[in-house]
């Protein structure tokens, strides 16, 4: 079970697990959202770029961030929405074979009592195997009270 409003604290640190990127991981985000921008999908192509190799989708590196998040166990049964994702930054890129992990840390809480809980605003970092930060941002997630 996950943790209840009133057990988040500002300043309250989580690591997630680490997970490696895959050229399967970009062509199947590619497939389902569409997006084939050859930058991610084109080896050779994608050598005549600044990066000189393939990058994944900044949107994976999030999305994969929230799944990273989520198998932490912090919100299972507890969270009530995603609400928000905010200042978010693609700092560096994310490359075939790099493992990443996210750094979560809680930032401000506050009281809705009309929906049972409250907002909770966790700052991120994603980071590669090199301990460098590739995304930053906030999200804003509404968490449930403890039961009486």
């Known amino acids: 079970m996950g943790l209840y409003f009133e057990e988040f604290t500002i300043g309250q640190k989580i690591v997630t697990e680490k ?3 895959t050229e399967a991981d970009i062509l199947e985000f590619a497939r389902l959202s569409g997006d084939d921008n050859r930058i991610h999908t ?14 994944a989708h900044g949107l994976l590196g999030l999305s994969i961030a929230s799944g990273l998040a989520w198998q932490t166990g912090l919100m299972d049964g507890t969270v009530i929405a995603f609400r928000e994702v905010k200042e978010w930054k693609f700092v560096k890129p994310v490359f075939i074979g790099d493992t990443i992990h996210a750094e979560l840390e809680t930032a401000e809480t506050k009281a809705l009592p009309r929906i049972g809980g409250g907002s909770v ?28």
């Open 121 to 148: 605003t966790i700052g991120i970092e994603v980071k590669n195997q090199n301990d460098e930060v590739c995304h930053r941002g906030t999200w804003v997630v509404l968490i449930m009270s403890k039961p009486s």
């Open 42 to 55: 084109d080896p050779e192509f994608s050598k005549t770029t600044p990066f000189g190799r393939q990058i």
């Open 19 to 21: 997970r490696t990127i």
